[in-house]
């Protein structure tokens, strides 16, 4: 057997996924700035401000906290990691987060020259990081579910980015004449339910059993599950409007459904009944998604509309932004308990006393920012129906961001004081000494 | 006859079963419970390493000639399980459930993370590297250390 090439240790340093977490949370508090000073911003989809809030969620928020998870998480699901991740990470997370704030003040300004600034800022970190990605997928051997929905989401990450492209053209190379109205739909759906669901599939196949000690997901729904919501959304976006355009859309929801009610499910199965917020935080996200997919449904079948507003912010910080935030109060602690641990075993002489992962981002601090959440969202649904709430709704979202920035920050705060223990007093440098 | 992954793989979910009763108890505190099965877990859990250590480890080693391949890499995440439970031994002792808790937590991301490489990638390579003999399974019984 070759074994060459194998290795069951290949986490990248600490610094790459660390970075990408610490900058997100910056971005949602620039969104919530925006509906605080913006009033207007929520009152329709095409505003400028909830253009430029849309973006600095999906792409500053969002994009930073999953570009920085799929750097750890590639290696655990499938032993190989992202090609020269360390040395990519902080180019494509300075691009990514130059590129998403350009976008927005783009949106808001109207400059042709942001938007031409911002795409090609977000194509170099996101065209870069998909071809390391799609490098070290295709260096999987041997192929399993969560791989394969791992390389649909890129083809879903680089779709959206195109359509995205596509449809900014008009800002800044008018003379190519490529935008169209419901593009603008199929880049939201390429993003939402291809990038973000096919990710999040992906992941919980892994994740949901091994943290909370609940069944495996049903082997043959975990195989065609991401494959068959790929050729709904590839359906719906080839057909001509109409009815095979709402048939395919029709199968991808159903497949949403599907899947939502399983993960819970699944969920409601575990055998460690603990007070747990990463729990609460999928079940929130879960809900979400049974609920904007049902709403979907509802639209199709019965050939009405549903505000677009409120499916947007169900899904991005319903579903998304909560099983984002729920993730993050799990792995974060992880990730500086596993790097603190190996610091330890190369310097076991080290008195340093190691912080188990409930010490790094305490229960009480993970219930604060499930109320925070909670508000947040409750202020944003309400600023849909009464507008006057929408700077309330803006200043509980960045709290919401502002809870989120400071426990990342203590528990990286954390570390870095333990580290510096025990390397102190001429005691020789773990091997993570650059892990800063 | 039952391959290396599935008995291994049973006796992984084995222990998280133990392990969720022991961490349930604690945080009902139940000190009594979680004393019993914290130390059947624990037991359950060294036997296992042992298992594989003494017998599946060199026997995978000396097919493949690889020697700090993957099994190196297993065998330091032992030793950073093996720390954990002495941790949470005497936080147990302590009474002390914060820790406790604080520390099962660790060590159960700690070993689902651990067991999810071995049960898709080491085992699996095991099963095809070796015969799954009798005499392989015996030897793993034998090895027990409660």
Known sequence: ?436 | MSTITDIMTHEHRHCDDLFTAAEGAASEQNWAEADGAWTQFRDALLTHLAREETVLFPAFESQTGQTQGPTAVMRMEHQQMRALVEEINEALRNRADEEFLGLTETLMVLMQQHNMKEEQILYPMSDQVLVADSQLLEQMRQVTTA
């Not at chain 1, 253009?51 to 190989?80: C, D, E, K, R, Y």
């Not at chain 1, 020259?113 to 998909?130: M, Q, R, V, Y």
């Not at chain 1, 669901?197 to 609940?214: D, E, G, R």
Request: glycine letters at 10%; one cysteine or more.
């Open chain 1, 1 to 436: 057997m070759n074994l060459a090439g194998l290795s069951l240790d290949n986490i990248p340093p600490l610094r790459t996924p660390l970075g990408f977490f610490l900058l997100a949370p910056v971005f949602g508090m620039l969104a919530a700035l925006v509906l605080i000073l913006d009033p207007g911003a929520l009152s329709s989809r095409w505003q400028p401000g909830m253009l430029a809030f849309t973006h600095l969620l999906t792409l500053g928020f969002g994009a930073q906290v999953v570009v920085g998870a799929l750097f750890q998480v590639l290696p655990v699901i499938s032993n190989q990691a992202i090609p020269a991740g360390a040395t990519l990470a902080p180019w494509i997370r300075a691009a990514l987060g130059l590129g998403a704030f350009s976008l927005a003040l783009g949106f808001i300004s109207a400059n042709g020259w942001l938007f031409a600034l911002a795409l090609g800022l977000l194509g170099a970190a996101l065209g870069t990081f998909g071809a390391a990605l799609a490098l070290g997928v295709s260096r999987i051997r041997p192929w399993r579910d969560s791989s394969r929905g791992v390389a649909l989401a890129l083809v879903a990450l680089i779709t959206t980015l195109v359509l995205g492209a596509v449809q900014a053209s008009p800002r800044f190379a008018p003379e190519l004449g490529l935008y169209r109205l419901q593009q603008t739909d199929l880049h939201a759906l390429w993003g939402g339910l291809g990038w973000c669901l096919l990710l999040i599939m992906a992941v919980s196949y892994q994740v949901i059993p091994m943290f909370h000690v609940a069944p495996a997901f049903p082997a043959r729904a975990a195989q065609w599950l991401p494959s068959a919501l790929f050729v709904a959304l590839l359906t719906t976006s080839l057909a001509e409007a109409g009815a095979l355009e709402n048939l395919a859309l029709g199968v991808g929801l159903l497949l949403c459904l599907l899947y939502g009610a399983t993960a819970l499910y699944i969920l409601s199965r575990r055998k460690r009944k603990l007070v747990d917020y990463t729990v609460r935080f999928w079940q929130l996200g879960l809900v979400h998604l049974l609920a904007v997919s049902l709403l979907g449904l509802y639209g199709l079948g019965t050939g009405g509309t549903v505000d677009s507003r409120w499916m947007g912010l169900a899904w991005g910080l319903g579903f998304v932004g909560s099983v984002m935030l729920g993730m993050l109060q799990k792995i974060l602690p992880f990730l500086i308990y596993l790097h603190l641990q190996r610091a330890w075993m190369k310097n076991p002489m080290s008195s340093a006393a190691l912080p188990n992962m409930k010490s790094l981002i305490p229960t009480p601090a993970s219930r604060r920012q499930w109320q925070f959440h909670l508000s947040a969202l409750g202020g944003l649904y309400g600023a849909l129906v009464w507008p006057v709430l929408t700077p309330l709704a803006g200043a509980l979202l960045f709290a919401d961001f502002a809870w989120l920035t400071r426990c990342l920050h203590q528990a990286h705060g954390r570390y870095q004081t333990t580290l510096d223990s025990m390397t102190a007093a001429g005691e020789p440098a773990p091997c993570n000494n650059g892990d800063r």
